[in-house]
Every structure is written in C-alpha cells, then in structure tokens.
C-alpha cells in the first residue's frame, strides 16, 4: 500500500524548512555566484568541474585562501523550492495523483545532485539566470532517476531515444490536426 504524502513527516519538515527559506533575485544570484566562483584575494576564477566525481578545489591555488562555501550554500538553498517543483510535476507524470512519499524523496535527491553540478559548472559570461541553466541538469537527474526506476532495466540511452520518438510522433500529430 503507497503511503500518502500528507503521511510522511519527513517531508512535511522538509517542506516547512523551504518555506523559511529566501527567494533569490537575478542580482543576489550572480553575485553569490560570483563569489563562490572567484577568490577574494586575488580575484582568481576557479575552473568549473565539468565530471560529477570530480570534487570542487576547497582553496585558491594562487593564493591558498578558502574558497567562500556560504556563497555555495546560499545558492543551493535559493533554489531547493524549485527543485521540489520540479519533482513533484515529475512525480505526478510518472505516477499520476496519487504518487507515494518515497518516491517524491528519491526525485527531490537527484534533482539536488542535477542543482549540485549545475553550480559547479554555470557560466558567469552567460546572461542567463543560474536558476534557467540549473532547471535542465535538474530534470536530467530526475529522468534519470524515473528511468533506473522502472520493472525492467531499459539503459538510459535508450530511454532518451524514446522520448525523443514520443516527442516527434506529438509534433506530428498536432500537423495533421490543423
């Protein structure tokens, strides 16, 4: 029997520490952005990470100082409501109305894993808003979590490859109705 979300206090703790949390505004964004990509001393850039093992450097390596993590965190706990957004939509999608808690927390924890690596490798010469880049390695994580989900291993190649012939056979479809 699927337990209901209402039922699961974890969650419901979860939700009620998100909602104490702050919204970010573009400016605020780009500026922990910019902190936690740059050393303050000697306005070093550090490189993006670009593999999911591979660890941020924790100090400058021209001048030893510690790289500023409250930036870092700051970033991360801006955004955490929209990565339940986006797990709950999926959630939905995947299961319908009636999706149970453990489910929701497995797309919640991989949503955080696609916000952790979309910080690690965001461009500040981009003009888009962290949050706009963040929201494709988001659902990326959580696709990939509903795909290693299901009764039969279907390798994830493959699961991206149906999705694009869905999507193609709806582009399709809605031509011949007009």
Same mark, same amino acid.
């Given at each position: 029997?699927?337990?209901? @979300?209402?039922?699961?206090?974890? @969650?419901?703790?979860?939700?009620? =520490?998100? +909602?104490?949390?702050?919204?970010?505004?573009?400016?605020? =964004? +780009?500026?922990?952005?910019?902190?936690?990509?740059?050393?303050?001393?000697?306005?070093?850039?550090?490189?993006?990470?670009?593999?999911?093992?591979?660890?941020?450097?924790?100090?400058? !390596?021209?001048?030893? *100082? &510690?790289?500023?993590?409250?930036?870092?965190?700051?970033?991360?706990?801006?955004?955490?409501?929209?990565?339940?957004?986006?797990?709950? *939509?999926?959630? !939905?999608?995947?299961?319908? &109305?009636?999706?149970?808690?453990?489910?929701?927390?497995?797309?919640?924890?991989? #949503?955080?894993? #696609?916000?952790? @690596?979309? @910080?690690? +490798?965001y461009d500040l010469k981009k003009e888009t808003r962290l949050l706009t880049y963040a929201a494709w390695w988001i659902r990326e994580k959580i696709r990939e979590e509903l795909d290693?989900? #299901?009764?039969? +291993?279907? &390798?994830?190649?493959?699961?991206k490859d149906l999705r694009a012939r869905r999507k193609q056979i709806g582009r399709a479809s809605c031509r011949k109705r007009v």
């Amino acid at each position: 029997m699927s337990q209901k @979300i209402g039922d699961d206090r974890v @969650i419901e703790q979860y939700y009620t =520490e998100l +909602r104490a949390g702050v919204f970010l505004s573009a400016s605020e =964004e +780009r500026y922990l952005v910019h902190r936690y990509m740059t050393c303050d001393a000697c306005q070093w850039k550090f490189p993006p990470s670009y593999h999911e093992a591979e660890r941020p450097p924790k100090t400058c !390596r021209k001048c030893n *100082e &510690p790289r500023d993590f409250k930036a870092h965190t700051l970033l991360i706990k801006g955004a955490l409501r929209f990565v339940v957004k986006v797990a709950r *939509e999926y959630a !939905r999608r995947a299961r319908g &109305p009636a999706y149970d808690s453990t489910m929701l927390k497995k797309l919640i924890s991989a #949503g955080n894993v #696609g916000l952790l @690596i979309a @910080i690690e +490798r965001y461009d500040l010469k981009k003009e888009t808003r962290l949050l706009t880049y963040a929201a494709w390695w988001i659902r990326e994580k959580i696709r990939e979590e509903l795909d290693r989900d #299901g009764i039969v +291993r279907v &390798p994830s190649y493959k699961q991206k490859d149906l999705r694009a012939r869905r999507k193609q056979i709806g582009r399709a479809s809605c031509r011949k109705r007009v």
